[in-house]
Every structure is written in structure tokens, then in C-alpha cells.
């Protein structure tokens, strides 16, 4: 009789432990996982911008193809405001916290 409360005892400091032990392993994948979607986000605003870059080169600043390339670029920023209410300039290398990409 005198066992079988010894294990009832053991029963919740084993469970904790194991619980802390599982807590302590996953800690570290959130932040890895946040800054890999983080840097997804700021490569896909890039590659945008660059084809903008590259529809006005070829096209001309007003021409249709800049037009859709420019919405591309405000699709992929709009996201990235959605996900980390920030967004990319590839330009300037710098993130923003307002959401002004489409002010002068």
C-alpha cells in the first residue's frame, strides 16, 4: 500500500517536468519560424519591386505592365502589413511601420 501512494506522488512531479522539459525544447523554434516568414516577406517584396523596376525600365512609368507590377508590389506589401504590421523598402533597406507605401 505504501508503494502505490509513492507513485501517486510521482505521477504530477513527472508530468511537470516532462511538460517544462517539453516547453523548454520548443521555445526556441517560434522565434526561428517568425524571423524565417519575416525574411519570406521582406524577399518577396524585393523581387516586386524589382520587377516594377523592370516594367518601367522596359515600358515606360505609366505603362500597363508598370501598372500591374505596381499592384503586384502593393499586394505583397499589404500582406506583409496583414502578417507583421510592417512592410518592406527595398530601396531604402529599412522596414515601416506605418502603412504609407501609397503616399508621395
Not at 520587377?51 to 515600358?59: C, F, V
Not at 512609368?61 to 502593393?74: G, V
Amino acid at each position: 500500500m505504501f508503494s502505490s501512494k509513492m507513485q501517486l506522488k510521482k505521477v504530477p512531479s513527472a508530468f511537470l517536468a516532462a511538460t517544462a522539459i517539453a516547453g523548454l525544447l520548443l521555445l526556441p523554434v517560434a522565434p526561428r519560424s517568425y524571423a524565417d516568414e519575416h525574411s519570406k516577406c521582406q524577399h518577396a517584396i524585393e523581387k516586386a519591386e524589382s520587377n516594377l523596376d523592370h516594367a518601367i525600365r522596359k515600358h515606360g512609368e505609366h505603362s500597363p505592365e508598370a501598372d500591374s507590377r505596381r499592384r503586384e508590389l502593393n499586394d505583397e506589401r499589404q500582406h506583409c502589413w496583414d502578417q507583421y504590421h510592417g512592410w518592406w523598402d527595398g530601396h531604402a533597406h529599412v522596414w515601416h511601420t506605418d502603412r504609407d507605401w501609397d503616399h508621395p
